[in-house]
């Protein structure tokens, strides 16, 4: 290892889109074959998941690695700080790996085709290649990823205005060589910065903090009771809007509550024109089964993200509010609550590992779709075999509904066990601690936040927004009990009660999650046991658990009715 910072930090680092120093794998120019470099393309290997989806195997297809050997083997870099440098060192070790050939940094220019890294100040390779003005525009944290032909030689190019940008584009261009995309005619622009003008405010923490160039995230979580837990994030800072400093960002969670399996859009996102505003997205499982059951939360970051606000009219979606394209913030962004922890595989499952992938790709793109993500973070982390392909994506994608079917259908919300120390917090089912938020009685289920006759809370958002879930006939059956009370027998859209739905899902729910471990151990497990049974998705006894206390208060899931259709 070369002197800097440790390559897990680094990897942090690139999940989450920070700046770190060096990472260490420099050595001089060449490109040999490597020993043992592959393993058969059939043959999956038995892996702890240490290096999450960051695994460079040996292109499998012999024309195809042909083709990436030719235009990848030699790497030149001519310069740069420590981020070059580390962008540089990764790009040798992930294609080290892919071509199985050593592929070593070098600072000469080449006679043939090669990988050109940097900017054009580090590098006058850099400034003949690409035009100056076309990576200007980009800001400090954009680049480019690019084909170019000069004197009959090809080069790849990851160019951009600074270093940080060249660390991303190393990446983006790792990525396309996992995921075995063609580089032939690739033109790749990388963007995270506007033009936005600076808002108006002030703030103390951001005012002590502006002379060193810092921002303030300031989280917009804010409860004084249960009762007022829905509004009071609205109502305290709305009145606000236009008095919070230009080097703070006000951090709103995805939904009113804290991070519920099934809430809607928080009604802040649109409300705050002249304040800046971003996301705050829980990548860790709090309430979605810790690293215990599979749930791949990216659909519903997509969901939220897709929510259109309609505060600025049409297109004011939470996604285009968060990145400074509804209202002119000066800063903007996403923030998530991290499932880094001490283990091997960083996040305790195997599986768990493609919310952390996924968080940091929508925060770049928030226009990324979940099935292309689910589809990208198992070609990274299993490889590129059809069979584990298809079936570890649709075993994500699948995975928030099925997780919501067996603990809270409907939008109950919040049936998880408190933390008091006698059990885990928020893991273990208790509706009879929680009635607060799901209020059963003996009339029916669900929490009134209606304008006529609840709490009021539907009257903050849009118009039609709001009509829709003022409506008992309009209100999307997912978020019911979050916005209605309503008889246990309610009838739902299916013609099944609202009770004998709750029933039914939890028990469907459970048998979905053994038939998700069958598939995970099917013909091509993406993991070889021993490593199998830390990869899987829950044992069935974990969603289970979900299903005897689901029908209390009353017990009415005891004797569930008939089926009416």
């Not at 705050?280 to 659909?299: D, F, I, K, M």
Request: hydrophobic share 35%; with cysteine.
């Amino acid at each position: 290892m070369s002197s800097g910072i440790r390559r897990r930090s680094i990897l942090s680092a690139a999940a989450l889109g920070s700046t770190v120093g060096s990472l260490g794998l420099s050595s001089p120019a060449s490109a040999q074959p490597v020993p043992g470099a592959a393993p058969p393309a059939s043959a999956l290997p038995a892996e702890d998941g240490y290096d999450l989806w960051l695994r460079y195997r040996r292109v499998e297809d012999p024309g195809q690695l042909k083709r990436y050997r030719a235009a990848l083997g030699t790497l030149v870099r001519q310069g740069g700080g420590p981020l070059q440098r580390s962008a540089a060192d990764e790009l040798a070790r992930g294609l080290t790996g892919l071509l199985g050939t050593r592929v070593r940094p070098r600072a000469d220019a080449p006679s043939h085709a090669a990988l050109v890294v940097g900017t054009p100040a580090s590098s006058p390779l850099v400034r003949e290649l690409v035009p100056a003005a076309d990576l200007a525009e980009l800001g400090d944290e954009g680049y480019i990823v690019r084909r170019v032909t000069r004197r009959g030689v090809d080069f790849t190019v990851v160019a951009a205005h600074a270093d940080r940008g060249v660390l991303y584009g190393a990446f983006h261009l790792l990525r396309l060589v996992q995921t075995r995309q063609p580089l032939e005619r690739v033109d790749l622009t990388g963007r995270w910065t506007t033009d936005a003008p600076t808002a108006d405010g002030a703030n103390l923490l951001a005012g002590a903090l502006r002379p060193y160039g810092g921002i303030v995230m300031w989280r917009a979580f804010v409860h004084d009771t249960d009762a007022k837990w829905d509004r009071q994030a609205y109502l305290d800072f709305t009145p606000l809007d236009g008095k919070f400093a230009d080097n703070a960002i006000v951090q709103i969670k995805n939904g009113p509550i804290d991070f519920q399996v099934r809430e809607p859009a928080h009604p802040l996102f649109g409300s705050l024109p002249r304040t800046n505003s971003m996301i705050e997205l829980q990548v860790t499982q709090e309430y979605t089964g810790h690293a215990t059951h599979l749930c791949y939360l990216v659909p519903q970051w997509k969901e939220v993200l897709d929510f259109d606000t309609l505060k600025a009219g049409e297109a004011s979606t939470v996604a285009r509010v968060v990145t400074g394209r509804v209202h002119s913030y000066a800063h903007f962004g996403f923030a998530g609550v991290m499932n880094f922890g001490d283990a091997r595989n960083w996040t305790g499952s195997h599986l768990a590992a493609a919310n952390t992938h996924g968080y940091g790709r929508l925060s770049w793109n928030p226009d990324l779709s979940a099935q292309d993500l689910a589809t990208e973070w198992t070609r990274m982390t299993f490889g590129n075999d059809p069979h584990v392909v298809e079936t570890v994506s649709a075993l994500l994608l699948d995975s928030w509904h099925t997780y919501e079917d067996y603990t809270s259908p409907l939008g109950t919300g919040y049936l998880t066990h408190p933390p008091d120390g006698s059990v885990t917090g928020h893991f273990d089912p208790s509706p009879t601690t929680t009635t607060q938020f799901h209020k059963s009685d003996r009339e029916g289920i669900g929490y009134d936040r209606t304008a006529a006759t609840g709490d009021g809370f539907t009257e903050l958002y849009a118009p039609a927004t709001r009509d829709a879930y003022e409506s008992l006939e309009n209100c999307p059956e997912e978020l019911l009990l979050f916005l209605h009370h309503v008889p246990y027998t309610h009838r739902l859209a299916s013609g099944k009660t609202a009770i004998q739905h709750i029933y039914d899902t939890h028990f469907s729910g459970a048998a979905r999650v053994a038939d998700m471990r069958t598939e995970w151990e099917g013909p091509a497990p993406p993991c070889r046991p021993p490593a199998v049974h830390r990869c899987a998705p829950p044992v069935r006894g974990a969603a289970h658990r979900g299903r005897p206390v689901a029908g209390h208060p009353g017990r009415l899931l005891v004797r569930p009715e008939p089926d009416p259709r």
